[in-house]
């Protein structure tokens, strides 16, 4: 079992950026590919970014792809997201999640994971 902690979430004006961290506990973090989502008030549940377990591959939305940096340290058990240039369109909880390997056909998709924080806030004000 992993227990997963975001934090850094916050308001931000638009153009800014912010850095959240996903913390790990429990079983090997490294044994865990990761993956960041995010849901804004009455939308579905959407794949921002993943990492595989090495951190040697990573995925992105086309909605973050050059704005947003997934990362990971397994010394550290921690994830991480930094977003630049950010838009009032990233409003939304952001939701870290776990599960044993990615693969090219289910890393979009939540169900495909099998372990999530409780999510963090970010707000970014136009």
């Known amino acids: 079992h992993v227990q997963l902690a975001e934090s850094g979430g916050g308001l931000v004006q638009a153009g800014g950026s912010l850095r959240l961290s996903c913390a790990a506990s429990?079983?090997?973090?490294?044994?865990?590919?990761m993956g960041w989502f995010r849901q804004a008030p009455g939308k579905e549940r959407e794949f921002v970014t993943a990492i595989s377990r090495s951190g040697g591959t990573t995925y992105y939305a086309d909605s973050v792809k050059g704005r947003f940096t997934i990362s990971r340290d397994n010394a550290k058990n921690t994830v991480y997201l930094q977003m630049n240039s950010l838009k009032p369109e990233d409003t939304a909880v952001y939701y870290c999640a776990a599960v044993p390997r990615l693969y090219s056909a289910s890393y979009y998709r939540p169900p495909a994971y099998d372990y999530w924080g409780q999510g963090t806030q970010v707000t970014v004000s136009s």
């Open positions: 429990g079983r090997t973090f490294s044994s865990y590919a």
